[in-house]
């Protein structure tokens, strides 16, 4: 068990008191105290400085791939290097007359050329598309990257190598141009990005660079998409800029010492393509590409590089943070490490279940003596995405926290629950060429309705801020009537069940009691007692697992108030989320709804009783 005396590692909050005004009809606005200070027109302002402050620093490292195809030394790009690249790159654009109409696609994963490319475009004032991986390298009939091609229309499509020759040839255009860093297309012709790179620097580049400011389009990134195709938010300098100064003063630690991440987070998402990248540009700090993942399959690179590499910030998702926890139980090196010098700790995407969190300070205290603050917040891609910040050490699972300077909340009571709107500098103008989906957005003050809902943490005291309170598009009511709040039952079965559960998705829609498909960990492999490698299905199927599902349902039932928060019924997926229907997103959180929409059969034999196991209270 983890001792509460301990102290946390020092850690400033940057935001500590809020105002709170009352609006019309039980409406209220929450604002932080503190004023939103001026920033910079354009990101690459910080670049170029960074370039000549400290040119021989490190911007961004990867580790280069030997021939056998393994991960060997870390391979590093200075400012210099980065800001020389970028320009010549940047030529290369105009050169080609590309722009927000005719912008640049990037199928690929988290590489420096990735990296350079958009500097290339930010420099040039042409915006690009980081699009996720899976719908080029895991997606078997390309749509949703056939619907993002076709929304913003690129005139270049930059490629890695030729693991995306498939979806290039059946998504791009033959007048769409190509740039390559390996290899090439069989029948077709492209630029390699060694020759993009080439480019000779003319005036126009100083020009292009200069006529680019706060309303300039930098990246339209796209939304996850649920039961609809992805939305291209539109993300601008203004944005960019503006959520980069607010988490500077939301979290003074970034600016305290120099600046080191070591990063896996997927740059076509917000919250490593804008938070995590952005962050490490606007303070000129060093980013180490991390080629691991929270997957049983890659993992262990992660853990390999922070071993090697200590940060000074981490952030991650729960699963994430999960590994790591049980990883540093028995690793000695990764203890040292990791915790050697890193100050905070931030984790977005889903719920961060209790006993990882014990586990992470029981690791901090035998290794440091005190512990690591764990941040975490509320935001999204049309907000930047940095909006809630927590104002205090003392986090606990669903809490947010205060707004972010400049950005002010708007708190509107909607069926029973608070849904929580945005307005500030860092909120999306809207969704590219969707001006319909632009104006449902917003409200008639021009706030950006998010659908979250949120409670306050302690109603006598507004300075401690909000707490999550679920989706509101999630939520459902059962056929008496009777609310069902997703997110908090959600994070309720998360924790009964650790570690042995990764997520649930409820359901009960216009019927008389609550259910729950269960998404388990890999754990329950070992809980089975059949050999490694043995069908998740049998798994399942095992006795040892029913009895221990059948447990965590009478559990679940004992502490139940009622039908809305009573799980009546549940069954165990053998089959994993997937990102190819949207049923999870690249940040690995859940999509409730695509997961409803497309495993509607399951659901209706969970409440029919016509599925093989299925658990009830025996209580």
């Excluded at 402050?53 to 030997?66: G, I, L």
């Excluded at 003074?252 to 962050?279: C, K, R, S, Y």
């Excluded at 009546?568 to 949207?582: M, N, V």
Aim: include cysteine; proline fraction near 6%.
């Amino acid at each position: 068990m983890t001792n509460p005396n301990f102290l946390f590692r020092p850690l400033k909050f940057g935001v500590t008191r809020v105002t709170l005004r009352d609006g019309v009809r039980g409406t209220h606005y929450l604002r932080a105290e503190q004023d939103l200070k001026g920033y910079p027109e354009r990101l690459t302002d910080r670049l170029q400085h960074w370039a000549q402050v400290k040119p021989q620093q490190t911007f961004m490292a990867r580790r280069a791939k030997q021939a056998d195809a393994s991960l060997g030394d870390w391979k590093h790009v200075s400012y210099a290097e980065a800001w020389q690249a970028a320009r010549a790159i940047a030529q290369g654009l105009i050169n080609r007359g590309l722009s927000a109409d005719k912008p640049v696609a990037i199928l690929s994963e988290n590489s420096l050329e990735h990296a350079l490319l958009a500097l290339g475009c930010l420099v040039a004032g042409v915006p690009y598309t980081p699009v996720s991986p899976p719908y080029s390298l895991i997606s078997v009939d390309y749509d949703k990257l056939k619907h993002v091609l076709r929304t913003v229309t690129p005139g270049l499509v930059f490629a890695q190598d030729a693991r995306y020759a498939k979806a290039i040839a059946a998504s791009v255009g033959d007048e769409v141009a190509v740039v390559m860093t390996e290899g090439g297309l069989e029948g077709r012709a492209s630029t390699s990005f060694a020759e993009l790179c080439a480019t000779p620097v003319t005036e126009a580049v100083d020009r292009a660079m200069a006529a680019t400011g706060p309303d300039t389009i930098v990246k339209f990134l796209f939304t996850s998409g649920s039961t609809k195709l992805p939305k291209a938010v539109i993300n601008t300098n203004r944005m960019w800029c503006a959520n980069q100064q607010q988490m500077a003063q939301s979290m003074p630690v970034l600016a305290e010492q120099e600046l080191v991440l070591i990063d896996w987070l997927p740059w076509n998402h917000t919250f490593g393509g804008n938070h995590n990248f952005g962050m490490v540009v606007f303070h000129g700090g060093t980013l180490y590409i991390d080629d691991g993942k929270p997957t049983p399959a890659l993992m262990h690179e992660t853990l390999r590089n922070l071993r090697e590499i200590a940060p000074t910030v981490y952030f991650n998702v729960p699963t994430g943070f999960e590994a790591i926890a049980n990883a540093m139980k028995s690793d000695d090196a990764l203890r040292k490490t990791l915790l050697s010098r890193v100050q905070m700790f931030f984790y977005a995407g889903a719920a961060l279940a209790q006993p990882v969190w014990d586990s992470l300070y029981e690791s901090e205290e035998r290794e440091i003596g005190e512990r690591i603050v764990m941040g975490t917040g509320l935001g999204m891609t049309e907000s930047g995405p940095f909006g809630i910040f927590v104002t205090n050490p003392h986090v606990r699972a669903g809490d947010l926290g205060v707004p972010t300077p400049g950005l002010e909340l708007k708190l509107v009571d909607t069926d029973g629950k608070t849904e929580v709107r945005y307005r500030g500098p860092n909120i999306t103008p809207g969704y590219w060429r969707a001006p319909k989906e632009t104006a449902e957005a917003f409200d008639e003050e021009g706030f950006f309705k998010t659908g979250d809902a949120v409670k306050w943490i302690d109603e006598t005291d507004v300075h401690l801020g909000l707490k999550f309170d679920g989706r509101i598009a999630e939520d459902f009511k059962l056929a008496t009537g009777t609310f069902v709040s997703v997110g908090p039952l959600r994070s309720k079965i998360i924790a009964a069940g650790a570690p042995y559960i990764q997520d649930a998705v409820l359901t009960g829609l216009n019927l008389k009691e609550v259910g729950a498909m269960v998404f388990p960990t890999s754990a329950v492999c070992a809980l089975s007692g059949l050999p490694a490698g043995a069908p998740m299905s049998d798994v399942l199927a095992s006795a040892p697992v029913l009895a221990k599902f059948q447990e965590i349902v009478n559990e679940l039932a004992q502490s139940a108030t009622g039908s809305a928060n009573r799980i009546a019924r549940l069954c165990l997926l053998s089959e994993p989320p997937t990102i190819d229907k949207g049923e999870i997103t690249d940040k690995g959180s859940i999509n409730q709804r695509s997961v409803l929409t497309h495993r509607a059969d399951t659901v209706a034999a969970l409440h029919n009783d016509t599925l093989h196991y299925i658990l009830k209270p025996q209580n």
